[in-house]
């Protein structure tokens, strides 16, 4: 069965149907035609998933498909697109149903601009990892399943729609892991906000070193 990157062929095939019924229409037109098929906003948009689909994880893991507003996934920066397939590599492993926001922020921790971002907050990564994996081994146990790959949850999805969004809006041209790490706080009920506010860092603490470049407590990067 064909699925997204079969678009091509697919392009081809519906192109090949109208002409049979005496409705031409251009290469192009047939591209946008499944695109739209696809629910994606364009060409463009769907090209650069199957770019990311051939390219392939490091570890194995299925390349995460996550809602990117339009801006393609190739305007992630390359440390979080390793981190997303981490993520899901992460839950994967333990055979879980779902990637969680506490897979993702697992991930993060060894993602450069996230890690920088915790770093400058005041954040010590070695409790925060090992908090993170306590409750991933212990409290997910019921996510156990031997269905299929792992698949990011709604609010993870939430959390990557919110970093896009909030780059966009900034005028920034690369979704980091730092944006990233900045979204999770909006989920508030969640273990992983819980754990980085436990260690008595906010989002306003992200922004500002995303932003400032500030350092929790006084002074800055570039000091």
Request: hydrophobic share 45%.
């Given at each position: 069965m064909?699925?997204?990157?079969?678009?091509?062929?697919?392009?081809?095939?519906?192109?090949?149907?109208?002409?049979?019924?005496?409705?031409?229409?251009?290469?192009?037109?047939?591209?946008?035609?499944?695109?739209?098929?696809?629910?994606?906003?364009?060409?463009?948009?769907?090209?650069?998933?199957?770019?990311?689909e051939?390219?392939?994880?490091?570890?194995?893991?299925?390349?995460p498909?996550?809602?990117?507003?339009?801006?393609?996934?190739?305007?992630?920066?390359?440390?979080?697109?390793?981190?997303?397939?981490?993520a899901l590599?992460?839950?994967?492993?333990?055979?879980?149903?779902?990637?969680?926001?506490?897979?993702?922020?697992?991930?993060?921790?060894?993602?450069?601009?996230?890690?920088?971002?915790?770093?400058?907050?005041?954040v010590?990564?070695?409790?925060?990892?090992g908090?993170?994996?306590?409750?991933?081994?212990?409290?997910?146990?019921?996510?156990?399943?031997?269905?299929?790959?792992?698949?990011?949850?709604?609010?993870?999805?939430?959390?990557?729609?919110?970093?896009?969004?909030?780059?966009?809006?900034?005028?920034?041209?690369?979704?980091?892991?730092?944006?990233?790490?900045?979204?999770?706080?909006?989920?508030?009920?969640?273990?992983?906000?819980?754990?980085?506010?436990?260690?008595?860092?906010?989002?306003?603490?992200?922004i500002?070193?995303?932003?400032?470049?500030?350092?929790?407590?006084?002074?800055?990067t570039?000091?």
């Amino acid at each position: 069965m064909r699925d997204f990157r079969d678009a091509k062929a697919m392009a081809r095939t519906v192109r090949a149907a109208l002409a049979a019924k005496g409705h031409k229409i251009t290469i192009s037109e047939s591209l946008e035609l499944i695109a739209q098929a696809f629910g994606v906003a364009d060409w463009n948009t769907l090209s650069a998933t199957i770019r990311g689909e051939a390219s392939g994880p490091r570890n194995g893991a299925p390349p995460p498909q996550f809602p990117t507003a339009g801006i393609g996934f190739e305007a992630f920066s390359a440390a979080l697109k390793s981190a997303l397939h981490r993520a899901l590599a992460y839950a994967n492993r333990r055979k879980h149903q779902y990637a969680t926001l506490e897979h993702l922020l697992l991930a993060l921790i060894d993602d450069v601009d996230a890690s920088a971002a915790m770093t400058a907050c005041k954040v010590d990564l070695g409790t925060l990892k090992g908090n993170l994996t306590t409750y991933i081994d212990n409290d997910l146990k019921t996510l156990v399943t031997d269905d299929g790959e792992s698949r990011p949850t709604a609010a993870f999805q939430r959390v990557i729609q919110r970093a896009v969004i909030d780059v966009q809006s900034s005028g920034r041209e690369k979704v980091t892991g730092a944006n990233v790490l900045a979204a999770i706080f909006a989920e508030r009920e969640s273990h992983a906000s819980y754990f980085m506010q436990e260690q008595d860092m906010t989002r306003y603490d992200a922004i500002n070193f995303i932003i400032h470049g500030t350092v929790k407590g006084g002074g800055d990067t570039a000091a």
